[in-house]
T-cell receptor, first 114, second 117 residues
Framework: AQSVTQLDSHVSVSEGTPVLLRCNYSSSYSPSLFWYVQHPNKGLQLLLKYTSAATLVKGINGFEAEFKKSETSFHLTKPSAHMSDAAEYFCVVSGGTSYGKLTFGQGTILTVHP | EAGVTQSPTHLIKTRGQQATLRCSPISGHTSVYWYQQALGLGLQFLLWYDEGEERNRGNFPPRFSGRQFPNYSSELNVNALELEDSALYLC????????????????FGSGTRLTVV
């Protein structure tokens, strides 16, 4: 079985300051990990994915995430937040016996203050 | 390149009725997935179709069913609607996961908002 825990349900930052969204995973197999973003009343957009290549993954809009197997973490970061980054972010794991199935974290709502 | 398209955008049904939701995958993608995003319950895996067959199913009752057509588009049917079926239903598509499983990217549509009254 696999699972994902997003450690913060809400994160609030000021525009121009760094963003850190935390994610821990559990998987019996080498997982594939993703971060998705969902803006209000919209579908999900893929930010980045880790598939056992480089442990530091760069995504769209300046986001990146680092896969740390020893810590079973896949935290999402961005050096400088934009107002347009305000959205809900989901950490997702797949692989192993959960064939064809994505397991989502509960989501982190990011608020960006001017 | 067209993305994953879902129709209708919104759907209002009465309890006990049936709802049909549709999804067209990205060209070249053979796998289609359905997810339910209900308030307070997060994103739950419903169904996975590939090459016209159901490959995996989440913990949902049999009144949730679907199919995949030869052109890889898919339908999700929900029978005997209940109030708690009100949710955003998201469809995603991908290349078929290989037997040695590599994390292919999954592309999501914008969803169908189903409201049961």
């Amino acid at each position: 079985a696999q699972s994902v825990t997003q450690l913060d349900s809400h994160v609030s930052v000021s525009e121009g300051t760094p963003v850190l969204l935390r994610c821990n995973y559990s998987s019996s197999y080498s997982p594939s990990l993703f971060w998705y973003v969902q803006h209000p009343n919209k579908g999900l957009q893929l930010l980045l994915k880790y598939t056992s290549a480089a442990t530091l993954v760069k995504g769209i809009n300046g986001f990146e995430a680092e896969f740390k197997k020893s810590e079973t973490s896949f935290h999402l970061t961005k050096p400088s937040a934009h107002m347009s980054d305000a959205a809900e972010y989901f950490c997702v794991v797949s692989g192993g016996t959960s064939y064809g199935k994505l397991t989502f974290g509960q989501g982190t709502i990011l608020t960006v203050h001017p | 390149e067209a993305g994953v398209t879902q129709s209708p955008t919104h759907l209002i049904k009465t309890r006990g009725q049936q709802a049909t939701l549709r999804c067209s995958p990205i060209s070249g993608h053979t796998s289609v997935y359905w997810y339910q995003q209900a308030l307070g319950l997060g994103l739950q895996f419903l169904l996975w179709y590939d090459e016209g067959e159901e490959r995996n199913r989440g913990n949902f009752p049999p009144r949730f069913s679907g199919r995949q057509f030869p052109n890889y588009s898919s339908e999700l049917n929900v029978n005997a609607l209940e109030l708690e079926d009100s949710a955003l239903y998201l469809c995603a598509s991908s290349l078929r996961p290989g037997t040695d499983y590599v994390g292919y990217g999954y592309t999501f549509g914008s969803g169908t908002r189903l409201t049961v009254v």
